[in-house]
């Protein structure tokens, strides 16, 4: 008989009682954990056993699977269940520290249990203990996520090289705190995590606010599939060393890296799926050897180059520059997606824009949402919303519009003469309108009543 029914409540089990009785875990905690189904289909016990017995019910495998799918902190806590868990948890598989799972205990007020502040040695503390007391074998995922500075880099190198000597596979290491990017820790000296003997068991990999500089006998990762450098300082170089030793690569971030001025990769990327760019304040170029899947890119408007658009199907694009979205979808990027399926875009919507007519048209596009911040001279109107129904035209099979708008100038009210003649499409089945203002919806109001929608919302 399957253990996962039984592994799936005792984890829900556990994670409920820590949580709504943070004081008495141990009793409480074994007293329903004695109310559960035994494993392997044996009968349920009518007189009270001791921990030992009633635990002894569980395979060790099992046990290995519940514990870790616990938080470090509460896998500890249920040592006190067993003599025979006490040694389990030493082989967690999923070590994740950061000031949730290394808190300090609770203290009792008048009004409810509340946690006290984590300091930075208290921090570094536990997590030695917690590395101490492991057997260092069998990890695959470890997280570091907590405040921490360059003045701590001696230990930040002590845990990644943990994690390497265990061949951990998946390594995260977070050290943004309230003020991003105020210290950057080097992980470039002190690990092994860039050597040449490693490389062969990582396979996602996610740095924050750190300092970077690969070594010159860097031989990649020949297996690693998910790569997220965010806040980081690393030059152009090194990201383009980095991506062309990393030939599995499937998933792909670059966020918040002041120092980046390119994203420029020839070699091919065959597997690469989905990339994520995100506020690079000097970026100016992506160029990549690649066909994504799913592509989100928030910043100034850049060239975007992909040897091939064909699998494109969902992209999310925010443009901090003033541009029509309008003009956009229409001109540039979105054009070159023969299959697109799902676009949201955010636009600062400044003047008018003059539509050319033209065969185009957006066969697969689904899905559409819209983000428009109008901008104009007091008693003017540079802008009109109503221009884009001239994408129920270009787009006659989609099935959902969400428009929200956002409006930093004076408007006016509609006019009959002002209403455009585009009718809603018949293929149309959700219509969200949204904002701090809406000018006027009456002109949508009667073309509502000529279709079938499923949805309208305003």
């Known amino acids: 008989m399957s253990h996962e029914p039984c592994i799936a409540a005792a984890v829900s089990l556990f994670s409920r009682v820590i949580e709504t009785h943070p004081g008495t875990f141990p009793a409480t905690v074994f007293a329903l954990v004695r109310s559960l189904p035994p494993c392997r289909g044996r009968a349920t016990p009518e007189r009270d056993y001791t921990n030992d017995v009633f635990v002894g019910l569980f395979a060790r495998k099992s046990i290995h699977q519940i514990l870790s799918r616990l938080p470090i902190n509460d896998a500890i806590?249920?040592?006190?269940?067993?003599?025979?868990?006490?040694?389990v948890r030493c082989s967690h598989t999923n070590l994740t520290l950061n000031k949730g799972t290394m808190r300090k205990p609770y203290v009792k007020t008048l009004i409810q249990y509340r946690w006290r502040w984590l300091r930075d040695y208290e921090f570094i503390t536990r997590v030695d203990a917690v590395l101490r007391q492991h057997n260092g074998m069998g990890v695959q995922r470890m997280e570091i996520k907590f405040r921490l500075h360059s003045k701590?880099?001696?230990?930040?190198?002590?845990w990644v090289n943990f994690a390497i000597a265990s061949k951990t596979k998946e390594i995260v290491v977070d050290l943004s705190g309230q003020d991003k990017g105020s210290f950057f820790t080097d992980?470039?000296?002190?690990?092994?995590?860039?050597?040449?003997?490693?490389?062969?068991?990582?396979r996602c990999l996610e740095h924050t606010t750190v300092s970077l500089q690969l070594p010159a006998d860097f031989k990649g990762f020949v297996n690693l599939k998910s790569l997220s450098l965010v806040d980081m300082s690393i030059t152009d170089e090194d990201v383009q060393c980095m991506l062309s030793k990393c030939n599995l690569l499937e998933f792909l971030e670059i966020s918040?890296?002041?120092?980046?001025?390119?994203?420029?990769?020839?070699?091919?990327?065959?597997?690469?799926?989905?990339?994520?760019?995100?506020?690079?304040?000097?970026?100016?170029?992506?160029?990549?050897?690649?066909?994504?899947?799913?592509?989100?890119?928030?910043?100034?408007?850049?060239p975007l180059k992909f040897a091939s658009t064909s699998r494109l199907t969902n992209i999310s694009i925010l443009l901090f520059t003033g541009q029509s979205a309008l003009s956009y979808i229409v001109t540039g990027f979105p054009t070159t997606l023969s299959r697109l399926e799902t676009l949201t875009l955010l636009c600062k919507e400044r003047e008018r824009t003059i539509v050319p007519e033209g065969p185009f048209k957006f066969t697969y596009l689904r899905n559409l949402r819209l983000e428009l911040v109008f901008s104009g001279h007091e008693n003017m109107r540079n802008t009109d919303v109503l221009d884009y129904a001239y994408l129920l035209?270009?787009?006659?099979?989609?099935?959902?519009?969400?428009?929200?708008?956002w409006m930093n100038c004076r408007h006016q009210p509609y006019h009959e003469e002002d209403e455009p003649v585009t009718p809603l499409s018949e293929k149309l089945k959700e219509l969200n309108l949204g904002g701090t203002q809406i000018w006027n919806c009456t002109a949508l109001d009667r073309r509502q009543k000529a279709v079938a929608l499923d949805a309208y919302n305003y």
């Open 77 to 87: 806590r249920t040592s006190v269940l067993s003599r025979k868990w006490k040694y």
């Open 152 to 158: 701590h880099a001696d230990h930040i190198d002590r």
């Open 187 to 202: 992980l470039s000296d002190g690990t092994r995590l860039f050597s040449p003997n490693y490389g062969s068991y990582l």
């Open 256 to 302: 918040y890296c002041r120092t980046v001025t390119s994203i420029r990769m020839l070699y091919p990327l065959d597997r690469l799926k989905h990339l994520v760019v995100d506020i690079c304040p000097i970026l100016d170029e992506i160029e990549l050897n690649c066909s994504p899947t799913t592509l989100k890119y928030n910043g100034d408007m850049v």
């Open 393 to 405: 035209k270009i787009a006659p099979f989609m099935k959902t519009l969400e428009l929200s708008m």
